[in-house]
């Protein structure tokens, strides 16, 4: 490891002064998108379900909209956004002729994913509790979810990025990966209903399902057993990810 | 050093001893391993075979340690488009960790000293390829380097814009910093560059002092003048024709040490006719002409 905070800091200080400039068209779009599904499917659809595990159907939906709002913070951040700095703009090319090591670099851009991941998640959250849709206090125990999800998929995007030399590639990671993670992960309907016995066991893999499992059982204050599996799940995948996102950066930024 | 890439190789043993407070170029036309060469010596790329020490450390075990004294200006400006040339170079500045009081007063100075103040606070896309080209070199200054490289500082300027970076380049070399810069303009070596390494399909074929290797290699003088093979062969099969010669299509380069002497030649052999032709010094582009093998020699 060759990483050094105040180094990383700088990385993550050149991304907040460019977004400062540029966050009406940033911070929008991404923020509304949770906001419109919890409307439009929580109160719009919403409204010909009944109830749902025992809650209305905006109850069910929000928390897991929480940790969506996550993954797509993380996911915009590390692709096209990282994909630009690294191949199109060269940003990486201009930081290592500074003392700036590959591994700050990579931990300063996780730093700043992290950080939009925390505006989104958080400002959805902060909605949601206004709506009386997070039960207070007790919902509080799942922001930390924010940034455990954003990391996760952060991770996820940036091993993607560094292994891709197409940006048009991303419609497959968006349309094949994120996209089917939001529909099938239990966001929308209880998927231990849905799906036969025999194919629970693989919706164990899917990434998402964890947190949006986690931050139900958080505000509905119903955690049992199956809590500590989802922690496992998040503590292992993500920092062997990390690991083999620090192994490529180090890589394709020294050649 | 040498670097393969795949089976591709881009520098081929290539062992050079620069000098502190010299200019140096590393000259070659395009492919020849000089971004690579320059690559290497901050550590951003790693050599296949050999090493390279910079302020006597070995690069690839303190990077950290020497690239906070030197600073490179890449090939392509690295710039933030929608900032302006002072907030770049405070991003940039914070790269090096310099305190930002200390930053500012730097910023300032650089501003000043690089003809950007008249938009300093304009955003970089609204700026002439000049203006952007002087900010990528600022922002290589920004932690007064020791050492600066830069890679083809003055491809695509306009020639007040060369001008004015060439003047700079004198200025920091008189003050010190050891300068390494790539260019093909050979021009570009021989007016700025107190030693060039040239280099061709990634070897060094020659090194020295501009004067020096000019006057190694070559005659002192060149005729220049477009004629065809038959031409060439009735002026220059008498004994004693000069036989240090190169032919590009139909421009023929004649070297010697009186250039009179074979303008006078050619003169006779046409009868009087008042042929265009061309006689200039010797210069590193011939050099490099030689050095590569492209001149043909013949003895007469």
Not at chain 1, 75 to 96: H, K
Not at chain 2, 34 to 57: D, E, H, Q, W
Not at chain 2, 220 to 234: I, K, M, N, P
Request: proline fraction near 6%.
């Amino acid at each position: 490891m060759n990483l050094s905070l105040p180094y990383a800091w700088s990385v993550w200080r050149r991304n907040a002064t460019l977004y400062l400039r540029t966050w009406q068209w940033n911070l929008l779009p991404n923020f509304f998108e949770p906001v419109l599904y919890l409307t439009a499917i929580g109160i719009g659809l919403g409204a010909y379900v009944s109830r749902m595990d025992g809650q209305t159907y905006i109850e069910f939906l929000a928390p897991a909209l929480v940790c969506v709002a996550a993954m797509n913070g993380a996911s915009f951040e590390v692709t096209y956004n990282m994909f630009v700095r690294l191949n199109m703009r060269r940003t990486y090319d201009a930081m290592l002729t500074t003392p700036l090591s590959p591994d700050d670099v990579l931990a300063g851009e996780m730093l700043w994913a992290l950080t939009r991941v925390c505006l989104y998640g958080g400002g959805f959250f902060a909605v949601a509790a206004l709506f009386g849709l997070a039960p207070l206090p007790r919902s509080l125990a799942a922001v930390p979810l924010i940034p455990l999800t954003g990391l996760l998929f952060a991770a996820i995007g940036i091993v993607f990025t560094l292994h891709i030399v197409n940006i048009d590639l991303y419609s497959f990671y968006f349309t094949l990966f994120v996209t089917p993670l939001f529909l099938f992960s239990g966001v929308f309907f209880p998927l231990e209903e849905r799906l036969p016995a025999g194919w629970l066991w693989l919706a164990e893999a899917l990434p998402l399902l964890h947190p949006v499992r986690l931050a139900r059982a958080i505000f509905t204050g119903r955690l049992g057993w199956i809590a500590v599996w989802d922690l496992a799940y998040m503590a292992l995948v993500t920092p062997l990810l990390l690991g083999w996102a620090l192994r490529k950066a180090r890589r394709r930024l020294i050649a | 050093m040498s670097k393969y890439f795949g089976a591709r190789a881009a520098v081929v043993d290539l062992d050079l001893k620069i000098p502190a407070g010299l200019c140096f170029a590393m000259l070659g036309p395009n492919g020849a391993g000089k971004t690579t060469g320059l690559r290497m010596i901050y550590g951003a790329a790693r050599p296949s075979a050999g090493s390279v020490r910079v302020f006597g450390l070995d690069v690839a075990r303190n990077p950290r340690a020497v690239r906070a004294r030197l600073g490179v200006t890449l090939q392509e400006n690295v710039l933030i488009e929608e900032l302006s040339p002072v907030e770049n170079l405070r991003v940039f500045g914070r790269y090096h960790r310099l305190p930002e009081k200390r930053l500012g007063a730097r910023v300032e100075e650089l501003i000043d000293w690089l003809d950007l103040r008249s938009h300093a606070e304009v955003p970089v896309a609204a700026l002439s390829g000049g203006f952007q080209r002087r900010l990528a070199i600022a922002l290589s200054l920004v932690n007064r380097p020791e050492l600066l490289l830069l890679d083809e500082p003055t491809t695509g300027l306009d020639p007040a814009a060369r001008q004015l970076l060439w003047a700079r380049i004198r200025e920091l070399r008189a003050a010190g910093t050891s300068i390494v810069l790539t260019t093909h303009y050979m021009e570009e070596a021989e007016r700025l560059c107190d030693r060039v390494a040239i280099l061709a399909r990634g070897r060094c074929v020659c090194e020295g002092a501009p004067r020096e290797l000019i006057a190694e290699r070559l005659p002192r003088e060149a005729v220049e003048v477009d004629c065809s093979a038959q031409d060439e062969r009735r002026w220059f099969t008498a004994p004693g024709s000069p036989d240090r010669r190169i032919r590009t299509g139909e421009r023929l380069i004649v070297y010697a040490e009186r250039a009179a002497e074979v303008i006078e030649r050619i003169r006779r052999s046409d009868g009087g006719e008042l042929r265009p032709l061309v006689a200039r010094p010797t210069n590193l582009e011939d050099v490099f002409l030689d050095a590569t093998g492209t001149v043909l020699r013949e003895s007469g």
